[in-house]
């Protein structure tokens, strides 16, 4: 089998792909698939922007695993609709949601490729997922990489705390085979070392070097049944997880390199319909301002609302707020910036969105300007692949 070869499994418009092959790598198969969707947006941008090859647009459960090619380093970024923060705690559904049962998918390919890396990345809110068993999901997916025979680390990262110009915070989960997690984590070595010293995370994104060595040991069942029952657990931003014994604690960024803004990412002479409308102006400042009212629900129940301002513009000279699939909407959490030419109010461009990623401009400029916008709300910091991806070719 050749070497540094990917699957990329829910592909969206490349984001891993593109990380991971300015880092060496090369993928050899990849899969995207947006169900209940007539036109495949997202696929028809990846088929454009990368040559033609062995890239599937099916539904991934479909796909017979003999179809896979072997490779080294299998990764995606699985669909996080059921834990993300656009829906409230209580209300997503996980690893049970239409959604979050993709993991499956992952899992049977995992099983059937053995990959020597797996690399994935969902939202931070997977840790505590669901609201009713915290930990259940994630405990889920450590025990089924553990029985595949994978130690496991995880770290949630946000990207402007190294140097990118966008507050976006995210799970990275890696997954290395046995052969290859002995020569890494060898008996000398602490899951506190690990952790903080010399694990991939922390060596792609240094931690401050404050861990307690003494960490608490949570067991994770092998019974997948149990597990769902009954476990639950407190899973911190970072951890190590090998033969069902999991090692978990808060970390600290450790980064003294460049930093990136929202204003440095701004294009110039931007077209006039980005620019508010005049008429528009005081429904803009009351969804971004703080409120305390009463509100009637559809059923005649009154209640109290509050909520605290955001930013209006704005700031320029700090990293942008996460971006939202909803930010092409009029929206509270859309983006607004006091345009540095005019002086004037306006939204994001499509080509700042995908530079607030670290795509290329005009990456998404194959679909219609509303989907570019959902693509960017949904995609990973190209960045923070690139890193990982050089710190795996030095295993």
Same mark, same amino acid.
């Given at each position: 089998?050749?070497?540094?070869?990917?699957?990329?499994?829910?592909?969206?418009?490349?984001?891993?792909?593109?990380?991971?092959?300015?880092?060496?790598?090369?993928?050899?198969?990849?899969?995207?698939?947006?169900?209940?969707?007539?036109?495949?947006?997202?696929?028809?941008?990846?088929?454009?922007?990368?040559?033609?090859?062995?890239?599937?647009?099916?539904?991934?459960?479909?796909?017979?695993? *003999?179809?896979?090619?072997?490779?080294?380093?299998?990764?995606?970024?699985?669909?996080?609709?059921?834990?993300?923060?656009?829906?409230?705690?209580?209300?997503?559904?996980?690893?049970?949601?239409? *959604?979050?049962?993709?993991?499956?998918?992952?899992?049977?390919?995992?099983?059937?490729?053995?990959?020597?890396?797996?690399?994935?990345?969902?939202?931070?809110?997977?840790?505590?997922?669901?609201?009713?068993?915290?930990?259940?999901?994630?405990?889920?997916?450590?025990?089924?990489?553990?029985? +595949?025979?994978?130690?496991?680390?995880?770290?949630?990262?946000?990207?402007?705390?190294?140097?990118?110009?966008? !507050?976006?915070? !995210?799970?990275?989960?890696?997954?290395?085979?046995?052969?290859?997690?002995?020569?890494?984590?060898?008996?000398?070595?602490?899951?506190?070392?690990?952790?903080?010293?010399?694990?991939?995370?922390?060596?792609?994104?240094? %931690?401050?070097?404050?861990?307690?060595?003494?960490?608490?040991?949570?067991?994770?069942?092998?019974?997948?049944?149990?597990?769902?029952?009954?476990?639950?657990?407190?899973?911190?931003?970072?951890?190590?997880?090998?033969?069902?014994?999991?090692?978990?604690?808060?970390?600290?960024?450790?980064?003294?390199?460049?930093?990136?803004?929202?204003?440095?990412?701004?294009?110039?002479?931007?077209?006039?319909?980005?620019? +508010? *409308?005049?008429?528009?102006?005081?429904?803009?400042?009351?969804?971004?301002?703080?409120?305390?009212?009463?509100?009637?629900?559809?059923?005649?129940?009154?209640?109290?609302?509050?909520?605290?301002?955001?930013?209006?513009?704005?700031?320029?000279? !700090?990293?942008?707020?996460?971006?939202?699939?909803?930010?092409?909407?009029?929206?509270?959490?859309?983006? %607004?910036?006091?345009?540095?030419?005019?002086?004037?109010?306006? +939204?994001?461009?499509?080509?700042?969105?995908?530079?607030?990623?670290?795509?290329?401009?005009?990456?998404?400029?194959?679909?219609?300007?509303?989907? !570019?916008?959902?693509?960017?709300?949904?995609?990973?910091?190209?960045?923070?692949?690139?890193?990982?991806?050089?710190?795996?070719?030095?295993?």
């Amino acid at each position: 089998m050749e070497k540094n070869t990917v699957v990329e499994l829910f592909a969206g418009v490349g984001g891993f792909r593109l990380g991971l092959e300015t880092s060496g790598w090369k993928t050899i198969y990849a899969n995207q698939w947006e169900p209940g969707q007539k036109k495949q947006w997202a696929f028809d941008c990846y088929n454009t922007r990368f040559s033609k090859g062995n890239w599937t647009n099916i539904d991934i459960a479909t796909i017979d695993t *003999k179809d896979i090619p072997d490779h080294t380093l299998l990764c995606g970024g699985f669909p996080c609709q059921d834990y993300s923060v656009a829906a409230t705690l209580a209300t997503s559904k996980g690893i049970q949601g239409k *959604k979050g049962v993709l993991w499956w998918e992952i899992r049977r390919i995992a099983e059937a490729k053995r990959p020597k890396y797996i690399l994935l990345e969902n939202v931070d809110r997977l840790l505590k997922s669901p609201a009713s068993q915290r930990g259940r999901d994630f405990g889920i997916i450590l025990s089924c990489l553990n029985a +595949l025979g994978y130690a496991i680390e995880w770290r949630v990262i946000n990207a402007a705390e190294y140097g990118f110009p966008q !507050r976006r915070r !995210r799970t990275f989960i890696f997954a290395t085979k046995t052969g290859v997690a002995k020569r890494m984590y060898t008996k000398k070595l602490t899951p506190a070392d690990i952790i903080g010293k010399t694990g991939l995370f922390a060596k792609a994104f240094p %931690v401050l070097q404050d861990i307690n060595p003494q960490l608490p040991l949570i067991d994770i069942p092998e019974n997948l049944v149990e597990l769902s029952k009954s476990f639950s657990a407190e899973f911190e931003n970072s951890g190590y997880c090998r033969n069902f014994l999991c090692y978990t604690a808060r970390t600290t960024p450790d980064y003294h390199g460049p930093f990136k803004f929202l204003g440095d990412i701004l294009e110039k002479n931007v077209d006039d319909h980005y620019y +508010l *409308k005049e008429q528009d102006l005081d429904k803009w400042a009351y969804m971004k301002g703080a409120k305390r009212e009463k509100r009637i629900t559809k059923s005649g129940f009154e209640y109290n609302y509050a909520e605290g301002p955001i930013a209006y513009p704005d700031y320029l000279d !700090r990293p942008s707020r996460t971006m939202l699939t909803s930010e092409s909407s009029k929206n509270r959490s859309t983006h %607004v910036v006091k345009d540095p030419q005019t002086g004037k109010l306006r +939204l994001l461009t499509p080509v700042e969105c995908e530079r607030l990623d670290g795509f290329p401009d005009n990456w998404t400029n194959t679909m219609p300007e509303k989907k !570019r916008y959902f693509c960017m709300g949904n995609a990973l910091v190209v960045g923070l692949i690139e890193i990982i991806g050089k710190e795996i070719n030095k295993i």
